[in-house]
């Protein structure tokens, strides 16, 4: 279960590489020894029962957090980052699960924070087209990118965050949970963003609780359990050995649940009509 | 969802229109309708504090038709410019969710070092007034490291600020006590009597006017060129032209007596510049982003350090030019500058204004309407024989009664989804 | 009585005389009559509760003798009594003490200050021959939540009532503050323009408010404007012909007196009093109004100010003509 | 599509029923003539794209919005709802797609936010105890009730929301995006939860996106789309009908993609090791 | 994850400590350990604004012995509990968020009820409190309901506050000036001299340890009954005996010169019973809960309105309350009581003290740590011969040196993610 033997030659250099990342918040230690490498071309799923620390470790990663030990070695080189701005100038961009999104702002602002187009005199025009663009790459429906964030419902909010990292011509991309709120047609067009952007050669790093969609767009399946690596899987890795990886039990909820229902339907087949 | 797009100009067309929940109207009939359903939805901005100004100048005006005189009038402008420019900087640090407490105390401070630099010490005044900005340029960079590095809330910094550039003040006037600015300079005569020449005005007065028709033209061309929705140039031209007229009457009118001071001017023009800066720069967008989500705005990548340094150092260094320019209206900088309500008036005036108290919303505009409607009251109330009892109680009663109707508007706003 | 310690507690800083006349008039002569006593000067800031707080602190620092200019006259009372039950004398010092017999009361009568600058205003305006009906005069009174201010306010009315001339307007000045004296000053010349034909101010910071008002507003000639505490600011205002009057107050002589009657407490003896106020042995002295006329006489030639303090550059042609100075 | 004849019998008296429900903010209409029933013992599932105005329905039900038009009957006797709390009063419990939990208390504080033990002198031991039942049916990963919800991760805050949900004994339980945070297990027993309380006789309207979790526990699935009812459909419905309810289009970007990989697959079947 | 857990009382078996990641130590070694765990981490409560109080006193001390005497120290309660009852109030408006600017006129027009009422209209002192306290319940009343039917900010209607009770304040007290409380009356007597008896004092300081030991034995039972980890007994009896000792000494010590104050035995009551409200009750939980997310409370079925209603009116009664208790400490109701910086001094012993002007953070306590802050500064100033300018500047450095070491708890705590 926890062979990390390379089974696939990875696609390109390494991009990224944890040793030893440690974090405790007070009396919690939300992540213990994680090791993590990503190389570019790659699309590596993070994933994890809920409080695993995966949100944690991606903070890290964007600078907002500082792990309280282990290196971590960016494109070869080890780099701290005290600061998600240090993040972004490396190439890393980041969608967080709490989105971090202000909700005074409009859409097309919230896009373009911090990177505005002519900072002296703001072209709004050209920003909200942009904006569009994005937005509509992404099957968004949004009525007006004029409206604050705060009138946007979550799925609106989560594809604006998303459109936000795409702005950048990043070398590393965080997708923490970043269909979590989406319908179905926008989960599609993710997916596929996430596959174009991976043949473009960036390294991806997916978080997502949703193993059909991992299983669909990711190329090595990371598992962490309490705060600690607990084994690498491959796509073709059945369901069953990935949710035991997560849940750390063979026999859970998920396959209690599955066998119950299995036992309801054949019992229920005739019962409701 | 036909498939023909290309060969009609539709306005489902453009990008913005896109959708089909969203009501649009176009041309100045449509420009009318929107104002109405804006109108009716509580979405309006400053207009209620407007209507509560109204109000109170209308009451003033048939308890002693003085209040209208436009001589009158002149003296409210000049009174409105020294507190408005203090206002102004509050308004800043109110933007990113800060406040700053001592602006009485900088403004009072600013106004002593004017007063011995250049009377006592002789310097030029311009470079007495320089050293004066710059000193409330360095009290706010001391708020900016305590609040920055330190985490001290800035309640607290800037009211050991308060006291501390109380203490300098009173030690730099300790001998004299105060110190008269000499009559007939430049610069009393500035915070005294300058009025503008009254083509002069006119003319500026049409300015406002152009620069609308300016950038509304231009943007209208840009937005269509981005197949975007854009104004209609119908409703373009009635803003402009009723932006032009109304200064112009309001101009006319003020240059029947004395015209309008150019230390208005001077803080017209202060308010024009923080509106473009919050609302056309980076730097503006920033504020606004800090003060709404501080997190969100650091993970963007903006240095939110330097962000609150320049809000607290403008501040600073507005509320040391509104000393200066209410020394030079007084012709005195004395131990009770910036002391009373110097402070509450100019917070007030921001806040009345629709500026929030809890960051992330607000402009620049709101010194300029806050303070109007401050002084209007305590100028209206100078025109009545008040005992100070009655005349504390309504200039309570009034200063609610002018943020009622903002506050009927807001209320009836969050019931429409749009708080 | 060597070795003992005496306090020196003053109210505000509305106008410095305290901190720039009172405490060191005192203090001067306390070192000429008692060498090694222990003088504690302290200033309450207008604040009664902070000069509880610094009465009791120097009760706690074994104070003998107490001079007390009371922020809250009322308040004051309680102080008082508790001191004299401690067995501390209290000297009264400038304002009275109507509710508790103090040990010895000095001061100048701040009733009287408000009734001489208005009576020499009237004086003033009689004498130039304006007449009553031609207009009236503007009354601008201190802070209303002062009790000193409400002192000054009855003796400018006792002054003006009965002069013949209206009192146009009235208004309590909040907190002192100029500009506020200002800001309405400009309202009543927007209201009265002409009529005005003089004002009565209570003070030099809120006079000058008062004069800045009618300058920014185009009056000229300038009506009289009077004023009292006899600052720098405005003896100067009084030279180049802007202010009319002010009050003289050499504070150092009422400061001498006090420090005299605390060293006779401290020696068990009874200081010598001129009357008897609010029952308590008193000692009062009279102000002088200062205008134009008198200024060198009452300012310059008692050695209360130097001649180069008042007459710098701006001012040196309105010495000339005033006989001050080289 | 539309068609909205009843193929099954409800299990129970009709709940709740709306009637031309609209709602308006500014200028978006979210919401346009709503119709929807619900009976006792049936789980609605409420599905729809992005901004479809699912959480404003859920929003107007449990008292925080007000319909601009329309009739809400809840258990045969028309009702309006001006607050929240009248919501509550009613037997309406709703878990929140924004959660809406107060970050500056801890768990146990905001399960039992306004319904606290014993008002006059809080029992945090029973309140505490109780917490900790509810979080563990539900598979929760919380290392501890006395830490603030800020602390916590986005699928324990949602875990949290659920459990405060379940503390009342309502007749109508609004369930807008229960699982989207939660890890495998935490949304299998989620789903089990919704059935146990389906089968106790409670009427259930929930939101997802996830058409897996709707089939499996819905009785009826109604679509809405920009704002409108677009069809009721029963589980037995294909993926495809669903999606093309939802998106409005036969031809979309979920069946774009389905193809796009049947395709890839073949091509790439030996490409990639 | 062995299956044998019932057999054995590992502390893992309890519900909260099944968590892995979750450190825990037991006992008082365990006790000591995770107090040093939180210095590091910063997470120390108001330990931090202890120390900056601790560095005030002994730097007072060291310039001047006297500070430290009981004799003055007595004085200190004193001048404490008037102000501090004001700060109480403040807490409660803190708490959700909201801001009373208006308590140092309330206070004041309190205490001029007080004057009016008992002494010139001859009516029982009693009486006349109550009915100082239900004015300011009642002006409380009006805030909430400008708030709450209205939507004006608190800010804005107690400004509008702050002006008119001065008014009135001016005006019921216009005719007659200041009035005397007569001195010796039992009124005048508890706000100057009124002692506990010695032998009651330490008997009162025994009750907190006695309740510490009760409600923690209590606790640990019924958490070891319900499965739960509990502190240890021998950790509950060494801060109960801490608390017994460190407050034995200080009555000890007090007991030298007059005593406890009954003032600040009620100032110590009155925070302790707003502890336990704010802390124990479903009406503390829900202040709380409106403060750090308003629309969370609502939908939680809290009655919004009624909290800041409660909140308002508490922190009004309170504020009269005060104003109350400083006419007595003064023997006078005068024109002057309650301006200055009655209320700046009010809000910021709240700030200091800890409670967050954003709402939602803070806690009874504060009030009390805040004004010993305050009036320590203004204590030992008094006791050193200082200019006016100097003693502002001492005055502001102080406080910013007091809030620092808070500051900087805070930040560690923030980058260890406890924010
Ligand atoms: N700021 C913080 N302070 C204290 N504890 C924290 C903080 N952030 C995270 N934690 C704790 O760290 C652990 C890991 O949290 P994290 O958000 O990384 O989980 P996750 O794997 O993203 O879970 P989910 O799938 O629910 O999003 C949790 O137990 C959480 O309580
Ligand atoms: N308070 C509000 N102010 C203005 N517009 C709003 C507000 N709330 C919702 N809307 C608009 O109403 C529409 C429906 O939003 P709603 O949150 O109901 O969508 P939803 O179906 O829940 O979507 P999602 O699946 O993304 O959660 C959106 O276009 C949104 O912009
Ligand atoms: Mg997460
Ligand atoms: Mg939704």
């Known amino acids: 279960m926890t062979e990390t033997t390379d089974r696939k030659t990875p696609a390109g250099e390494m991009v990224l590489s944890l040793r030893g990342i440690s974090k405790s918040f007070g009396a919690v230690s939300a992540l213990t020894d994680i090791d993590l490498d990503v190389h570019a071309g790659e699309v590596v799923a993070l994933v994890g029962d809920n409080g695993a620390g995966k949100s944690t470790l991606v903070k890290i990663l964007a600078g907002v957090h500082q792990p309280t030990a282990g290196t971590i070695t960016f494109r070869g080189r080890p780099v701290t980052m005290t600061d998600p701005s240090a993040a972004l100038n490396l190439g890393i961009a980041t969608v967080f699960q709490d989105l971090a999104l202000c909700e005074n702002l409009d859409v097309v602002a919230n896009i373009f924070l911090g990177r505005e187009l002519k900072p002296m005199q703001l072209d709004e025009t050209a920003m909200e087209v942009r904006s569009w663009t994005l937005l509509n790459e992404l099957s968004a429906r949004i009525p007006s990118v004029r409206i604050p964030i705060a009138s946007l419902s979550g799925g609106q909010r989560q594809t604006v965050a998303i459109a936000r990292s795409l702005l950048l011509e990043p070398k590393l991309i965080l997708l923490d949970e970043p269909t979590a709120a989406l319908g179905v047609a926008q989960t599609a067009e993710v997916l596929n963003l996430i596959e174009r952007v991976r043949d473009r050669g960036l390294a991806v790093i997916m978080i997502s609780h949703n193993m059909e969609d991992v299983r669909a767009v990711a190329d090595r399946i990371v598992v962490l359990r309490l705060g600690r690596n607990n084994g690498v899987f491959y796509p073709d890795a059945t369901n069953q050995e990935l949710v035991g990886a997560i849940t750390g039990a063979v026999d859970n909820s998920v396959t209690r649940r599955e066998e119950r229902r299995h036992a309801g339907q054949q019992l229920s087949e005739g019962g409701r009509p | ?419 | 009585q060597s070795g003992s310690t005496v306090a020196f507690l003053m109210p505000d800083q509305a106008s410095t005389r305290y901190e720039e006349h009172d405490a060191p008039g005192f203090m001067a002569e306390m070192k000429k009559l008692c060498a090694d006593c222990k003088v504690i000067y302290q200033n309450a800031d207008a604040d009664a509760s902070r000069q509880q707080q610094q009465f009791n602190s120097v009760v706690s620092q074994g104070a003998k003798v107490i001079v007390l200019d009371p922020v809250d006259s009322t308040a004051a009372a309680s102080l008082v009594k508790q001191a004299q039950a401690q067995g501390i004398k209290v000297i009264a010092y400038d304002r009275p003490i109507p509710d508790a017999k103090a040990d010895f009361y000095v001061s100048f009568n701040n009733e009287a200050i408000g009734k001489a600058i208005a009576d020499s205003l009237i004086e003033h305006l009689k004498a130039k021959g304006v007449a009553a009906a031609d207009g009236g005069v503007l009354q601008i009174n201190g802070s209303p939540t002062d009790a000193a201010a409400g002192l000054i306010k009855k003796g400018i009315h006792a002054g003006l009532d009965n002069s013949g001339y209206k009192i146009l307007a009235e208004y309590d000045t909040p907190e002192w503050a100029p500009p506020k004296a200002q800001q309405w000053t400009s309202g009543q010349v927007t209201r009265f323009g002409k009529k005005i034909v003089g004002i009565v101010a209570a003070n030099d910071g809120t006079g000058g408010g008062a004069i800045a008002a009618l300058k920014a507003a185009g009056v000229d000639p300038v009506p009289p404007v009077t004023g009292n505490d006899a600052t720098i600011a405005a003896l100067q205002l009084i030279i180049s012909g802007d202010q009319y009057n002010t009050i003289s107050k050499p504070s150092e002589i009422v400061a001498a007196a006090a420090a005299n009657a605390a060293v006779k407490l401290l020696a068990g003896e009874t200081p010598k009093a001129d009357v008897t106020l609010y029952d308590t042995p008193s000692q009062l002295f009279t102000p002088a109004v200062v205008t134009a006329e008198n200024l060198k006489a009452e300012i310059i030639d008692k050695n209360i100010m130097k001649a180069e303090q008042l007459c710098v550059d701006r001012y040196a042609e309105g010495c000339k003509k005033l006989g001050i100075g080289g």
């Open chain 2, 1 to 419: 969802m036909t498939g023909n797009v290309k060969d009609n100009a539709l306005p489902a067309t453009m990008l913005d229109r896109s959708d089909e929940r969203l009501k649009h109207e176009a041309g100045i009939g449509g420009a009318v309708r929107g104002f109405i359903d804006r109108v009716r939805s509580g979405d309006l901005g400053s207009l209620p504090v407007v209507v509560g100004l109204a109000l109170i100048w209308t009451v003033f005006a048939s308890l002693n038709p003085i209040f209208l005189s436009s001589n009158n009038l002149v003296n409210l402008l000049f009174d409105c410019s020294t507190v408005g420019v203090i206002a102004l900087g509050i308004v800043c640090v109110l933007m990113v969710g800060e406040i700053d407490l001592s602006v009485g105390s900088i403004s009072g401070f600013a106004s002593a070092i004017v007063g011995t630099l250049w009377v006592n010490q002789g310097w030029p005044v311009a470079l007495a007034i320089l050293a004066a900005v710059a000193v409330g340029g360095l009290i706010g960079s001391l708020y900016a490291l305590l609040y920055n590095r330190l985490g001290m809330p800035s309640f607290v910094a800037t009211l050991s600020g308060l006291l501390a550039v109380l203490g300098m003040q009173l030690y730099i006037l300790g001998s004299t006590g105060s110190i008269n600015l000499p009559y007939g300079s430049a610069m009393v005569n500035f915070g005294q009597m300058l009025v503008m020449p009254r083509l002069l005005a006119h003319v500026l007065a049409v300015v406002p006017g152009v620069v609308m028709l300016w950038t509304g033209v231009r943007t209208i061309s840009r937005r269509r060129e981005a197949n975007l929705s854009a104004p209609s140039l119908g409703s373009i031209v009635l803003r402009a032209a009723a932006t032009t007229l109304v200064l112009e009457i309001i101009v006319l009118y003020l240059n029947q007596d004395r015209g309008i001071p150019w230390m208005f001017g001077l803080f017209v023009g202060l308010v024009m510049l923080m509106n473009y800066a919050l609302t056309r720069t980076q730097w503006g967008r920033s504020m606004t982003a800090v003060g709404g989500n501080r997190e969100a705005a650091r993970r963007a990548g903006i240095n939110v350090r330097r962000i609150y340094a320049s809000a607290f150092v403008l501040c600073s260094m507005l509320a040391a030019l509104g000393g200066v320019l209410s020394a030079s209206r007084l012709a005195s900088a004395s131990q009770q500058a910036g002391t009373g309500d110097v402070n509450l008036n100019a917070i007030a005036a921001a806040v009345i204004g629709g500026t929030s108290l809890f960051g992330g919303r607000g402009n620049a505009y709101s010194a300029l309407l806050g303070i109007i409607v401050i002084q209007s009251i305590a100028n209206g109330l100078t025109l009545l024989d008040l005992s100070s009892s009655l005349r504390y109680m309504i200039t309570g009663g009034v200063l609610a009664i002018a943020v009622i109707v903002d506050s009927l508007a807001r209320r009836s706003r969050v019931s429409h989804g749009r708080a």
